[in-house]
């Protein structure tokens, strides 16, 4: 396998690289800032739904107003105007001016909070100085902070998607194609092990109408390529972020084969095309099958209960391969209380394609240490 870099072969890669840099747009400014998105998504809805949208506690503009009040017992505190999550904490109390931020996986004083606030915004010179105080989730997933479900979409393709898991130091990352199914490390993607780990794909309770916002974000930008970051909770999508200056690819923290890269250059050119107003050819894949489904049939999509999910994802997440086949018969069950057969069968196969990565990724025992262990096991018998 060989690995790609930002450089004028890739489309794709040339323009992250450029966007961040410098925004190409306007409107890709204004979607980049996160008190404007929460005001524009506020009413939009899909298929009657509308996504939820972590609440707003506070807009700071000092982080002298940064207080154990206002940080509560549990809270997610992030710089408004940056970028790569500079400046997002998420903090829980354990004490007196002691808090823990999952994010850095490490114990905070109040007065350390604010200094280390003051060095992110000192980061950003040319930025408005904005602190956002706001709801930490809870998500399906195992863990006292949500997955996050980070989508690239190439208008209305997804490409990829990685699910990042920030309950550990370092994150642990899987990447899923635009069918939501594993791709395999080291052959099509490689990454820094200082800043990532590797884990295990779980395919989200509401991957339905997360994909399906997924795309429909991703046409209010002007942009052949952004990611939308998601989370997926008890009460369904919720909305984190647009970017378009994904810092895993400009840091090279992720490298991708050439094949997968070709792939990502390919969905770049037809985005462009949608954009210029052109005919393309739509692919036979997930996000194709999802805008031919009528979005309220999508919404209305049964999903696994949250209880049984999270008792089988924990499962296949800390204990093996076994949970994805089981979340696979669950959603293949879901049948019998309606929904679209095609859009199950999908999530279903998802289901079943994680939990062979999940059996691939167990540490296999030598072929002449399996020998002993039967020739022990059958002297033990006798």
Sequence with gaps: MTSATPDTKSPFLNFVAAEFRRRGSQHRRDLSNKTYVHQLLSEKTLGGERIGLPQQHAVLTSTAQITAELLGARIALKFANGWS???????????????????????????????????????????????????????????????????????????????????????????LDGDLKPFVPGRDYKF??????????????????????????????????????????????????????????????????DEVLDYFDALFADAEKTLRGEAVEPPQNWSTLLQSTNAEVLASHPRISPARYQRIADFLYTRGS?????????????????????????????????????????????????????????????
């Design 192 to 257: 820094r092990p200082s800043d990532i780990q590797p884990g295990v794909p779980v395919v989200p309770r509401s991957a339905v109408m997360l994909s399906r916002w997924a795309i429909e974000l991703a046409k209010m930008t002007d942009a052949p390529f952004v990611r939308v970051d998601l989370y997926d909770t008890e009460d369904g999508p919720y909305f984190g972020e647009f970017t378009f200056s994904s810092g895993a690819e400009f840091k090279k923290t992720v490298t991708y084969s």
């Design 85 to 175: 999550a500079k400046g997002v904490m998420l903090l829980e109390r354990l004490g007196d001016d002691r808090y823990y931020d999952h994010m850095a996986s490490r114990e905070w004083t109040l007065e350390g909070i604010r200094g280390k606030q003051d060095a992110v915004a000192a980061k950003f010179p040319g930025k408005k100085a904005e602190w956002i105080v706001e709801e930490l989730l809870r998500g399906m997933q195992p863990g006292a902070v949500p997955f996050d479900y980070k989508f690239y979409m190439f208008q209305g393709q997804i490409g990829m998607v990685a699910q990042i898991d920030r309950n550990f130091s370092p994150p642990r990352m899987v990447k």
């Design 322 to 382: 076994l949970g994805g086949f089981r979340l696979a018969r669950a959603q293949e069950k879901l049948l019998e209380e309606g929904g679209d057969a095609a859009v199950n069968e999908y999530l279903a196969q998802a289901h079943k394609s994680a939990g062979r990565r999940a059996l691939a990724r167990r540490p296999q025992i030598p072929s002449a240490l399996r020998k002993v262990t039967r020739s022990v096991k059958r002297r033990l018998r006798k």
